[in-house]
């Protein structure tokens, strides 16, 4: 029998490196032997973590996760590059992944990455941005930007609220609708937006951005 458990995250001051997660407060069934699975990466399935307790570096939060993504991007018939600042991530999506060609790669995007700059004809950003405190917000979303090459597509996935972003409303850090002028002033043009209502809690859209870079 699988027990699910509902947890939250602990409160953090501002400023703190890293995150906690624990279950310890949960209500246990007399008796039951129970396994605390976690679920990092917003897919529904249970299975990036296991244990009672978790502490993460806010960074980890960022990047590739399990792979998932990826390998879907390769399936559409790309040549994928997916990085993740966690080395335990990376190591993981090769083993999971053995026969794939996607290029799984350690990289930190609050780091300076020249060698991928205006490099992707296509790049897919989910989630990202909200997963970080809003104080950096300007540079992820530069970074991101920077990565689209002429003539290239970026497609920005995010849960959106009519809430201002303050490190008090987090995590995650919805976003609101201005960051799609912020995506725009790096150079991109917006070329079609959809959003449809979102089941996630205090979101009041999930909106899909497509940006262009013009050529150059």
């Not at 624990?22 to 990092?40: H, K, N």
């Not at 806010?58 to 990047?63: E, F, H, N, P, Y």
């Not at 990565?147 to 976003?175: D, H, M, Y």
């Amino acid at each position: 029998e699988i027990v699910k458990v509902p947890t939250e995250p602990e409160t953090l001051p501002e400023g703190s490196d890293n995150l906690v997660l624990s279950a310890a407060g949960s209500a246990i069934p007399s008796g039951r032997s129970v396994r605390f699975d976690w679920d990092l990466d917003g897919d529904d399935r249970f299975d990036d973590r296991a244990g009672e307790s978790l502490t993460l570096a806010w960074a980890d939060l960022v990047g590739c996760g399990m792979g998932d993504d990826a390998i879907v991007l390769e399936a559409l018939g790309f040549d994928v590059t997916a990085f993740d600042v966690s080395a335990t991530a990376i190591e993981y999506c090769v083993d999971r992944f053995p026969h794939s060609k996607v290029t799984f790669q350690q990289a930190d995007l609050l780091e300076e990455q020249a060698q991928w700059q205006q490099r992707f004809d296509f790049v897919l950003e989910i989630f990202t941005v909200q997963a970080l405190p809003p104080k950096y917000e300007s540079e992820l979303i530069e970074k991101i930007a920077g990565f689209v090459a002429p003539c290239g597509q970026l497609l920005v996935i995010a849960e959106t609220s009519k809430v201002p972003r303050t490190f008090e409303n987090g995590p995650p850090w919805l976003l609101t609708r201005e960051h799609v002028d912020v995506f725009a002033s790096h150079g991109l043009l917006v070329e079609g937006q959809v959003a449809v209502a979102s089941d996630f809690a205090g979101a009041d859209k999930l909106l899909t951005t497509e940006f262009r870079r013009p050529g150059g």
